[in-house]
């Protein structure tokens, strides 16, 4: 088996200098990346989890926290509580919440974790069962990066025969977890049922297992890095979009929804492409009730959503302060400004005023007859982003008086007249 100090330094270009937080579960795996690390010039760092799951969690306990007062190592021990919900998820939140802190404290970025390669095979197994994308099918990443923490498995190329028989040489000391034969779990029926056949039909199997990952791997960085050139500040430009192969245009869609933390399936990618490439210039699919993936003439987009259809604020005289977002004022003084104000002219209107946004069913009154307001951001190719922030004036009773930058109702008389303005405080993406 290759040295670990050779992994980390020559393969993953880790400085001897740095500190490793290594999270050890006193099981073979773990304890035989502590052993290998274990003299070496890295700095370690120890965190143990217990799960409270097994009466044999405080012997596991024992048994790492005596290795690391024997070769004085800083240990860390945690206890992980779930009240609810899906255990192995939020155990596995958990551990990574504690892990980042404890690398925090050592300021240190990188946390190693035992990972090996009949694990990537389990792994990719999995992700064919359930449906995952070109990363996702490749299996679990030697390397990856979560906000400015460095997440390493030095181990994810060995097998777990190799393991064993380190074990064995150096008489290492471990525990077998109980819970690993138990066939309650879909990762231990592919390795009690599945795995053990697919062995048998070819003994070079985990080699090509470690081929296929790399092979997928090395697809979808390429395909990644194209992506990134093409997708500037998050937006498709769809002049291009239709030009490009469609594996860039797939990658493309899920490089926007992965930006905002937000899982996404096969289907759905084929869905908002399909959205992308119609005739429609502006189209919205909506991801979850938070976000929306926006296709909007010239570029398309993902939306954070805010729930903007109850923001009513009723406007009086003077300075109307429009939440952090805006300040409107309504003025009846004749010696306004008339640069810096819009000038209303009317006979009769209900006060107060209500600024909101535009509503489904909005009617725009001119000399010639009424006109939907939907029609008239259509007709402007108002993208929809914009559509959505633009701000209604109407009177108390609904008759709308001004449309933000594109309408003000001149069918009201001439015996009164008003000035306002509005004067953003924030804009909205």
Not at 21 to 48: A, C, N, T, W
Not at 96 to 107: G, P, Q, R
Not at 271 to 276: E, S, V
Request: aromatic share 10%.
């Amino acid at each position: 088996m290759k040295s670990m100090q050779s992994i980390l330094k020559n393969d993953l270009k880790i400085p001897t200098s740095s500190t490793l937080v290594l999270s050890v579960s006193g099981g073979i795996d773990s304890m035989v990346m502590l052993h290998m690390l274990q003299g070496s010039p890295y700095r370690l760092v120890v965190v143990h989890f217990n799960h409270l799951k097994r009466d044999q969690s405080i012997i596991e306990k024992d048994l790492v926290d005596r290795f690391c007062k024997k070769h004085e190592i800083p240990f860390h021990y945690y206890t992980i509580r779930v009240k609810s919900g899906n255990f192995h998820h939020q155990a596995h939140i958990l551990r990574e919440h504690y892990l980042n802190e404890v690398a925090k404290i050592y300021n240190t970025p990188y946390i190693l974790t035992a990972h090996h390669l009949d694990d990537l095979f389990e792994n990719i197994l999995i992700k064919l069962t359930r449906g995952s994308n070109l990363l996702g099918y490749a299996g679990m990443q030697q390397v990856y990066q979560a906000e400015s923490f460095i997440y390493v498995k030095p181990l994810l190329y060995v097998s777990k025969k190799e393991i064993k028989a380190y074990a064995t040489e150096h008489q290492i000391p471990y525990l077998d977890d109980e819970s690993n034969e138990e066939n309650n779990y879909l990762r231990n029926r592919y390795r009690h049922s599945v795995v053990p056949i697919m062995k048998q039909e070819n003994d070079m199997l985990l080699e090509q297992i470690k081929q296929y990952h790399m092979q997928i791997s090395s697809a979808f960085f390429f395909i990644r890095n194209q992506t990134i050139e093409h997708v500037q500040n998050r937006r498709i430009p769809l002049d291009q979009f239709s030009t490009w192969a469609d594996p860039l245009k797939d990658d493309a869609i899920a490089y926007l929804v992965e930006s905002y933390e937000l899982s996404v399936s096969y289907e759905t990618i084929q869905k908002i492409k399909r959205m992308l490439l119609s005739d429609k210039p502006n189209s919205l699919y909506r991801l979850n009730k938070n976000h929306c993936f926006i296709k909007s003439y010239k570029e398309a987009f993902i939306k954070p959503l805010s729930d903007k259809s109850d923001m009513r604020f009723l406007i009086r005289e003077g300075d109307n302060r429009i939440g952090n977002m805006a300040i409107f004022t309504l003025s009846s003084k004749t010696n306004a400004n008339t640069e810096e104000f819009t000038k209303l002219c009317y006979n009769k209107l209900a006060f107060p005023f209500i600024l909101r946004h535009r509503t489904e069913g909005d009617q725009l009154a001119y000399a010639y007859g009424h006109k939907k307001l939907k029609k008239l951001l259509i007709d402007e190719k108002i993208p929809m982003d914009i559509r959505n922030n633009l701000w209604v004036l109407t009177d108390h009773e609904g008759t709308i008086l001004w449309v933000q930058n594109l309408y003000l109702n001149q069918t009201l008389g001439q015996e009164n007249t008003l000035y306002f303005k509005l004067k953003e405080v924030h804009k909205h993406a």
